[in-house]
């Protein structure tokens, strides 16, 4: 058996010895990210509080550096795996510079007095996570995007060889979620810091991870690298989700097509029909896009979004057959919109298909192209 830095084995969690996820079998390297996703109420959570000895297990072992976690102090377990969990801190009169500097505890005497060198760790925590300007600010009247990194700042000034997070980015603007994993990424890879979190942006957990834990119903559904992880299917049966559809090629998420007979029939290509499809999504009007090679940027998302996709193979002639669809989509839409790409000069198909449109007077350009 390969010797896991991080080893979750024959793990049961759960609460008054009722198990919600049995049987977790989970080995971890040091340094690697890896990120527990799932439906809300799966178990995320309870396998983060139970790893970071604030829950019991209810059967099995977790493993850590070749020790068992309850073979560790609280102060050797404090100086070594930081806790970022999201019940609410309420720290009587804390600033926030208090709550950072806590973080440097498990270093201090028993009176918790703070040398020049924590000091600078404290500001240089605050500063990493943009956060000096808090410093004086009274912990409990902080927006819930600051807190949250006023609580990284802690867990960075600690030191840790374990960084544990639940949703560390669900209070955050763009920017600073961005500016979190970025952290987390230099920190894993810089120093080796192992990072378990839970995160509901499966975009982001995809972009971040070393490893993904899929957490539903009473098992772990899947773990394994992003690549392995994120197919359609499996995060549609992941969530359950029946009204949209996640891209593993981007980890974008799309809400679901508009059904009925094509309106528009959107001839595009080179990503110039993304916008086009998007606005005629939102507008709830059905529509046929092509002739679309399926190595096109704009046949990834038509595929999800329209009616009918009319393709062809990439670095082929495009077929006769494929023309013929396209003329019948003409016909039978109101309208056809030609987004700006350039059409090479050889491109005789295309051009029979603008003529085609503008002989049934339903021509609309998105651009300025002669045709
Ligand atoms: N203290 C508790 N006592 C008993 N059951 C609990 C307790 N805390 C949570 N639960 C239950 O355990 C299950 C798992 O909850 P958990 O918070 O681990 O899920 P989660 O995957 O983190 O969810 P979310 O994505 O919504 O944060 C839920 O059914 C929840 O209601």
Same mark, same amino acid.
């Given at each position: 058996?390969?010797?896991? /830095?991080?080893? =979750?084995?024959?793990?049961?969690?759960?609460?008054?010895?009722?198990?919600?996820?049995? &049987?977790?079998?989970?080995?971890?390297?040091?340094?690697?990210?890896? %990120?527990?996703?799932?439906?809300?109420? *799966?178990?995320?959570?309870?396998?983060?509080?139970?790893?970071?000895?604030? =829950?019991?297990?209810?059967?099995?072992?977790? $493993?850590?550096?070749?020790?068992?976690?309850? #073979?560790?102090? /609280?102060?050797?377990?404090?100086?070594?795996?930081?806790?970022?969990? %999201?019940?609410?801190?309420?720290?009587?009169?804390?600033?926030?510079?208090?709550? $950072? #500097?806590?973080?440097?505890?498990?270093?201090?005497?028993?009176?918790?007095?703070? %040398?020049?060198?924590?000091?600078?760790?404290?500001?240089?925590?605050?500063?990493?996570?943009?956060?000096?300007?808090?410093?004086?600010? !009274?912990?409990?009247?902080?927006? !819930?995007?600051?807190?949250?990194?006023? =609580?990284?700042?802690?867990?960075?000034?600690?030191?840790?060889?374990?960084?544990?997070?639940?949703?560390?980015?669900?209070?955050?603007?763009?920017?600073?979620?961005?500016?979190?994993?970025?952290?987390?990424?230099?920190?894993?890879?810089?120093?080796?810091?192992?990072?378990?979190?839970?995160?509901?942006?499966?975009?982001?957990?995809?972009?971040?991870?070393?490893?993904?834990?899929? $957490?539903?119903? !009473?098992?772990?559904?899947?773990?394994?690298?992003?690549?392995?992880?994120?197919?359609?299917?499996?995060?549609?049966?992941?969530?359950?989700?029946?009204?949209?559809?996640?891209?593993?090629?981007?980890?974008?998420?799309?809400?679901?097509? $508009?059904?009925?007979?094509?309106?528009?029939?959107?001839?595009?290509?080179?990503? %110039?029909?993304?916008?086009?499809?998007?606005?005629?999504?939102?507008?709830?009007?059905?529509?046929?896009?092509?002739?679309? #090679?399926?190595?096109?940027? !704009?046949?990834?998302? *038509?595929?999800?979004?329209?009616?009918?996709?009319?393709?062809?193979?990439?670095? &082929?002639?495009?077929?006769?057959?494929? /023309?013929?669809?396209?003329?019948?989509?003409?016909?039978?839409?109101?309208?056809?919109?030609?987004?700006?790409?350039?059409?090479?000069?050889?491109? #005789?198909?295309?051009?029979?298909?603008?003529?085609?449109?503008?002989?049934?007077?339903?021509?609309?350009?998105?651009?300025?192209?002669?045709?």
């Amino acid at each position: 058996m390969a010797e896991y /830095y991080f080893h =979750l084995s024959g793990l049961s969690v759960g609460y008054q010895g009722t198990p919600i996820i049995r &049987e977790i079998e989970i080995g971890i390297h040091q340094g690697e990210i890896v %990120t527990l996703i799932g439906p809300n109420g *799966a178990g995320k959570s309870t396998i983060l509080k139970t790893i970071s000895r604030q =829950l019991q297990p209810i059967d099995g072992n977790v $493993v850590f550096d070749r020790k068992g976690i309850t #073979a560790y102090t /609280y102060k050797e377990l404090a100086s070594r795996m930081a806790v970022v969990l %999201t019940e609410r801190m309420k720290p009587e009169l804390m600033t926030c510079h208090d709550v $950072v #500097a806590t973080g440097r505890y498990p270093y201090t005497g028993r009176l918790g007095i703070l %040398t020049a060198e924590d000091e600078e760790k404290v500001e240089e925590a605050m500063r990493s996570v943009h956060a000096e300007e808090l410093g004086a600010r !009274d912990f409990n009247a902080i927006s !819930d995007g600051q807190r949250q990194r006023v =609580l990284l700042a802690r867990a960075i000034c600690q030191e840790p060889d374990v960084i544990l997070l639940d949703e560390p980015t669900s209070f955050l603007d763009i920017r600073h979620k961005l500016e979190l994993l970025a952290i987390l990424r230099s920190m894993a890879k810089s120093r080796k810091i192992t990072v378990i979190m839970s995160l509901h942006e499966i975009d982001l957990a995809q972009k971040v991870s070393d490893k993904i834990v899929c $957490v539903k119903g !009473d098992h772990i559904f899947g773990y394994g690298t992003p690549e392995s992880i994120f197919d359609e299917k499996s995060i549609r049966d992941l969530y359950d989700i029946d009204n949209g559809y996640f891209d593993p090629l981007f980890g974008s998420i799309e809400l679901p097509r $508009v059904e009925g007979d094509p309106q528009v029939f959107v001839l595009s290509s080179c990503g %110039t029909g993304i916008r086009v499809y998007r606005s005629l999504q939102k507008q709830g009007i059905p529509f046929a896009a092509g002739i679309l #090679a399926t190595n096109d940027l !704009d046949y990834r998302l *038509a595929r999800l979004l329209a009616v009918k996709t009319v393709t062809a193979a990439p670095f &082929e002639p495009v077929p006769e057959q494929a /023309y013929a669809e396209a003329g019948e989509l003409i016909r039978s839409c109101q309208k056809v919109i030609l987004t700006d790409f350039p059409i090479a000069s050889g491109n #005789a198909g295309v051009r029979r298909l603008i003529r085609a449109a503008q002989e049934e007077g339903k021509l609309e350009k998105t651009g300025l192209q002669e045709v």
